[in-house]
Each structure stands twice: as C-alpha cells, then as structure tokens.
T-cell receptor, first 118, second 115 residues
Framework: AQTVTQSQPEMSVQEAETVTLSCTYD???????LFWYKQPPSRQMILVIR??????QNATENRFSVNFQKAAKSFSLKISDSQLGDAAMYFC???????????????FGQGTILTVHP | GAGVSQSPSNKVTEKGKDVELRCDPI?????LYWYRQRLGQGLEFLIY????????KSGLPSDRFSAERTGESVSTLTIQRTQQEDSAVYLC?????????????FGEGSRLTVL
C-alpha cells in the first residue's frame, strides 16, 4: 500500500519570495515515481514536476525544484520567485514503476493551498 | 481533441436518480483513471482502465458505482441511486500506461451535486 502525506493544509508567500511545500510518502515498491501537481480554481490538474526514485539528482523545472530525500521518504517542492499565478492547491503524488503492484495508479496527498500575496 | 474532455461540467440531480459521467481521453492513451474529489479534499482513486479492461476497481465505493470503456476511447462512470454523499468532483485522467513517464493528464472534472 502507498500513502502520501502533506502536513501543511495552507501556506502563503509574498510575490517574488520562495516557499517550500512538504510531502512525505510511504511505499513498499522499490521503483516508483513522485509528482507534484497543481490544481488552480479551474479544477484542472497540471503536472508541475516529476522525479524518478532511482535518480539521485533532484528534478528542476524553471522556478520549481524538489528536495528528494529517499531514505527519509521526503519529497518537498520549492517554488522560487513566486508569482501570483502560482496560487493554487498543490498535490504530491506517487505511483509505482513498471512491474509494481498498482502500476500507473497515482496516490495523492491531501493537498496544500498556496496563497501568493502581491 | 488536444486534452482530456469530460461532460457534463456540472450536474445537479435529485437523490435516488442515476447519473452518467463521460470522459474522452487523449487520443492514443491506453490508460484511463477515474478519481473523486470531495470539497477541499485530495483525490480518491476509483477505477483504472488499461484499454477496455479494468485491472483495478478497488476504489469503487459501492456497487452503485460502475464504469466501462470502449476500446481505448471513451469511458463512462455511472452512479445509480445517487446519494448526497456522492456529491463531489469526478476527475478523469489518461496516460500512456508506460513506465517512461508515469504522468497523467487530467480533465477539468464533472461536478456532481446530489440534492
């Protein structure tokens, strides 16, 4: 079974500042992927960043980066130079890799609402 | 189409009625998923299709819920005898089902309100 925990129901940040969203997970799979998805008020989930568990290097996508601590099962998202358009609900998720018992099925955390203040 | 399309966008129904929610995945995506999202909550897995077979139905909350998929195309989620606790946004997602990304592409969801 997989569980994903986001301990911060809400976070806020000033425009242009940096914010870090926390996520921990628990999985029995040896191969898995981790994701951060963003859900703006339009409801559509949008992929922000993806990390393959077998890669030690932290993923980066422009202003978004992760701190992946495999031993601690931690996967935090850092947003640099925050913009008003970053305001949304952010979900951490994981899925087993090929051959896993629930291959392809994403397990989501409860989400963190991010507010960006001008 | 270019993205995952869901209909209806919003549905209001009376308790006890049946509803059908439709999902058109991205062309070529073999995997299709249904999730439920209650207000202010995370996403709750309902069912997964690979092609038109459903290897994982473990998330369907009761036998009032069923889903089918035609080939690698449209899927329909049916809720019979709706209850107020069924009120939620139902999200559909599709993906290649391959190990190269694991990424899912989501529709905008169908908001169901049961009065």
């Amino acid at each position: 079974a997989q569980t994903v925990t986001q301990s911060q129901p809400e976070m806020s940040v000033q425009e242009a500042e940096t914010v870090t969203l926390s996520c921990t997970y628990d999985t029995s799979e040896s191969d898995y992927y981790l994701f951060w998805y963003k859900q703006p008020p339009s409801r559509q989930m949008i992929l922000v960043i993806r990390q393959e568990a077998y890669k030690q290097q932290n993923a980066t996508e422009n202003r978004f980066s992760v701190n992946f601590q495999k031993a601690a099962k931690s996967f935090s998202l850092k947003i640099s130079d925050s913009q008003l358009g970053d305001a949304a609900m952010y979900f951490c998720a994981d899925t087993p890799g090929a051959g896993g018992t629930s291959y392809g099925k994403l397990t989501f955390g409860q989400g963190t609402i991010l507010t960006v203040h001008p | 189409g270019a993205g995952v399309s869901q209909s209806p966008s919003n549905k209001v129904t009376e308790k006890g009625k049946d509803v059908e929610l439709r999902c058109d995945p991205i062309s070529g995506h073999t995997a299709l998923y249904w999730y439920r999202q209650r207000l202010g909550q995370g996403l709750e897995f309902l069912i997964y299709f690979q092609g038109n077979s459903a290897p994982d139905k473990s998330g369907l909350p009761s036998d009032r819920f069923s889903a089918e998929r035609t080939g690698e195309s449209v899927s329909t989620l049916t809720i019979q005898r709706t209850q107020q606790e069924d009120s939620a946004v139902y999200l559909c997602a599709s993906g290649w089902g391959g190990a190269n990304t694991g990424e899912l592409f989501f529709g905008e969801g169908s908001r169901l309100t049961v009065l």
